[in-house]
């Protein structure tokens, strides 16, 4: 079942199977579209997948809630990392224990879920809001990068993320900004106070736009001791787990990616 819920600055979908059982983990999602477009309600069939496929692997009573955050031009920085600061509050108040919930996003969805990381990070008490684990699709690291550079595959066209970067941030100083644009952070040490408890699920593609920033973060990562599990899918687009599950015509291959993520969940987050 799902149902919206309302918070003080935003809104999101909840689902999960028994509403009067405290769910054993949470899936807390931010979903893509360039800061500019699109809804969690798009994803609803992802979303609604997922859940079935943490049941499925044996998880008591898994629950996902994707934020609503406000778009572009409507609000830009800093409105929507507060959005996703109190999404996620909200996620913990529900759950008790950070270490049962999993952050995720895919592309612009997972740049607001590390921006996210990087606030946790700062504040006093990180060590006890920090989730436990994030799993992340072809996410959208650095906003403005030339090495985004257009692929005979990917969908996506680098100088319209570049605009839709450029959006979002406000101000063209806010692009250096860690907290506004992920990627820019070279910084070892917080990212290593920053890391999920348990490390990062990385899915991508290998024809991605965006691949040679995420491969660079993925390294910094690894050599601050971060823990990353990573899939890259030979000859895929961006987003791929997302574009399969809509564009596939067999269950196996609509649900490869989604089951690579729950795979990767149940490696880092037990059952209880």
Request: include cysteine; hydrophobic fraction near 40%; aromatic fraction near 10%.
């Amino acid at each position: 079942m799902w149902r919206e819920i309302i918070l003080k600055n935003s809104h999101g979908i909840w689902i999960n199977l028994d509403q009067y059982v405290k769910p054993d983990i949470v899936i807390y999602h931010c979903h893509g579209g360039g800061l500019s477009m699109g809804s969690g309600y798009f994803y609803l069939e992802f979303l609604l997948a997922w859940v079935s496929l943490l049941k499925e692997a044996g998880y008591r009573n898994p629950a996902i809630f994707s934020l609503e955050y406000t778009l572009v031009p409507d609000a830009v920085y800093p409105a929507q990392l507060e959005q996703t600061v109190t999404g996620y509050d909200y996620v913990r108040k529900i759950v008790g224990s950070p270490s049962r919930i999993c952050v995720g996003g895919d592309s612009a969805g997972a740049t607001l879920i590390l921006s996210l990381l990087l606030h946790i990070a700062k504040q006093p008490d990180y060590e006890n809001r920090r989730p436990g684990y994030a799993t992340l699709i072809s996410p959208w690291t650095t906003l403005f990068s030339t090495q985004n550079r257009n692929t005979t595959s990917d969908f996506l066209d680098a100088n319209q993320l570049h605009m839709y970067g450029r959006q979002y941030a406000g101000s063209e100083k806010n692009l250096g900004d860690p907290l506004v644009s992920p990627g820019v952070c070279k910084d070892g040490a917080w990212w290593a106070k920053a890391s999920p408890s348990k490390g990062y699920g990385i899915l991508f593609g290998s024809e991605e736009v965006l691949g040679p920033e995420l491969r660079d973060l993925i390294a910094l990562w690894r050599k601050n001791g971060c823990a990353v599990s990573v899939r890259e899918e030979a000859g895929a687009i961006h987003a791929w787990p997302v574009a399969s599950l809509f564009l596939c015509d067999t269950q196996a291959s609509r649900q490869k990616g989604l089951r690579d993520l729950v795979k990767m969940i149940e490696r880092a987050i037990e059952k209880q």
